[in-house]
């Protein structure tokens, strides 16, 4: 099973700065990485696959990028509707399907 | 639009088994996997299990193997998990999920709350 970890756990940012949340894959995963973001009460959200091909209706403020083991989602100049709970997502090597455990991302 | 909607959760015993659906519209479900993703409260996201376009290749996550039985009527655009041998840390809210592509999930349902507790 690949293990997917996400850094930080919490990361606290002011609007109008620029986030910068990572995964680490325990082994390589090319580029088969998606992102999500989740806010309270609602679905996941799919931002990114691919590692860095934007989800339809994603604004461009959001990027992703890395192959292999080592993945980053940039968020350029934070709005506060981004405020969230972002998961990655490995689909390379499956079953299992894996997650990581979550970035929650806070308003500063 | 795309539009999936989950039904079928509730209270339920341990031991006891609920039956799942989620209903599709908005594109050519016969034509997609599809997925059921589960979140336990306060917690984040576990894959669950996978079902192919036509039913031929079905995957579950090893915590529900045995128990959980995933299905699919392309007739009716319909998707169902099975539950039985719930247990207590079999508590979450239910998402069906589109596959989209190699493997991402493109669109989400509401969810469906199971709670398993005596």
């Known amino acids: 099973e690949i293990v997917m970890t996400q850094s930080p756990a919490t990361l606290s940012v002011s609007p109008g700065e620029r986030a910068t949340l990572s995964c680490r894959a325990s082994?390589?995963?090319?580029?088969?990485l998606a992102w999500y973001q989740q806010k309270p009460g609602q679905p996941p959200r799919l931002v990114i696959y691919?590692?860095?091909i934007r989800a339809s209706g994603i604004p461009a403020r959001f990027s992703g990028s890395g192959s292999g083991t080592e993945f980053i989602l940039t968020i350029s100049s934070l709005q506060s509707e981004d405020f969230a709970v972002y998961y990655c997502q490995q689909y390379n090597n499956w079953p299992p399907i894996t997650f990581g455990q979550g970035t929650r991302l806070e308003i500063k | 639009e795309v539009q999936l909607v989950e039904s079928g959760g509730g209270l339920v015993q341990p031991g006891g088994s609920l039956r799942l659906s989620c209903a599709a519209s908005g594109f050519t479900f016969s034509s997609h996997s599809m997925n059921w993703v589960r979140q336990a409260p306060g917690k984040g996201l576990e894959w669950v299990s996978s079902?192919?376009?036509?039913?031929?290749?079905?995957?579950?996550a090893d915590s529900v193997k045995g128990r959980f039985t995933i299905s699919r009527d392309n007739a009716e655009s319909s998707l169902y998990l099975q539950m039985s041998g719930l247990r207590a840390e079999d508590t979450a809210v239910y998402y069906c999920a589109k596959r989209f592509g190699s493997g991402s999930f493109d669109h989400w349902g509401q969810g469906a709350l199971v709670t398993v507790s005596p």
């Open positions: 691919g590692a860095s």
């Open positions: 082994q390589s995963i090319s580029s088969d």
């Open positions: 079902i192919s376009s036509g039913s031929a290749t079905i995957y579950y």
